[in-house]
């Protein structure tokens, strides 16, 4: 079921985009050699309870993973990508770390995520991570009404082209509101002018991930974290977006974050 929000909503979703984008700010910031992964969930389920949001990780429990998720941070270091269960690891120069968060605040959910190098980067991962964040800024472009759903697959999946990495369509964007994951499933490989028509009010949570050689994906046997099936590197870019009459509103950008002209 696919529900359109009102103006007053998407408000209130914008509340919780903005406390999203605050708390992966805060974790690329703290993101360093030697810091413990586990140092930086702690610090977050600390920001979470400050705020008095709610985690949309703790608890759950989808058809993939391996009991209740028992974390508010998706944290993914070099191959892994996605659902990266936090654990005793300490980050090492030149590791590239994902984090994925997602909470609600009085109801209403956001969810977005990044990639960062830690200590001195190497050019092949600035690559994949600019890879996602142009193909994340592309997908937002087209997200407006008339356009539909397949215009943001084929936008994803252009920009993945030009750069030559492959995509996997298993694991894709998602519809987004009251609760963390709700429909339209969005891929991250498609045709322009598929898909359902895209409306003012229609809130979204895009996110392309890549990995550099591979569309092939494995699991940890902690049954959450996904890496790529060959071992190559991974970035992950996502951000919560609301359909409205003109350009799409980024309801999770941060401050930090460059947003391209007019949006």
């Known amino acids: 079921m696919i529900e359109l929000k009102t103006p007053a909503e998407i408000d209130r979703m914008h509340v919780t985009g903005r406390f999203v984008a605050e708390v992966l ?8 050699v030697g810091v413990n992964l586990l140092d930086l969930e702690h610090h977050v389920r600390d920001m979470i ?3 008095g949001a709610v985690s949309c990780y703790w608890d759950y429990s989808p058809s993939f993973g391996r009991g209740p998720f028992r974390n508010v941070l998706c944290l993914a270091v070099n191959d892994a990508v996605l659902h990266g269960l936090p654990h005793d690891y300490l ?3 030149g590791d590239v770390l994902t984090a994925d968060f997602a909470v609600t605040i009085d109801g209403w959910a956001a969810d977005s995520a990044r990639t960062v190098i830690v200590g001195t980067p190497a ?29 943001i697959s084929a936008a994803i999946w252009g920009v993945a082209r030009a750069y030559g990495y492959p995509v996997n369509t298993e694991f894709g964007g998602h519809g987004i509101g009251r609760t963390m994951h709700g ?19 229609l809130t979204l949570a895009l996110e392309p991930w890549l990995a550099r050689t591979t569309d092939k994906i494995v699991y940890d046997p902690d ?18 977006v609301a359909i409205t009459d ?13 947003a391209p002209r007019g949006a």
């Open 91 to 93: 980050l090492r120069d």
């Open 123 to 151: 050019e092949e991962d600035q690559r994949i991570i600019r890879a996602t964040e142009e193909a994340l800024e592309a997908a937002i472009e087209v997200a407006r009404p008339g356009n539909r759903l397949g215009d």
């Open 223 to 240: 049954g959450w974290t996904i890496r790529s099936a060959d071992g190559s590197r991974t970035a992950h870019s996502e951000h919560t």
């Open 49 to 51: 309870k400050q705020r």
């Open 25 to 32: 700010s805060e974790v690329g910031r703290l993101a360093d």
């Open 183 to 201: 429909d339209p499933h969005v891929s991250n490989k498609g045709q322009a002018g598929r898909g359902m028509k895209l409306r003012p009010g």
């Open 246 to 258: 003109g350009d799409a509103l980024v309801l999770t950008r941060r401050a930090s974050e460059k």
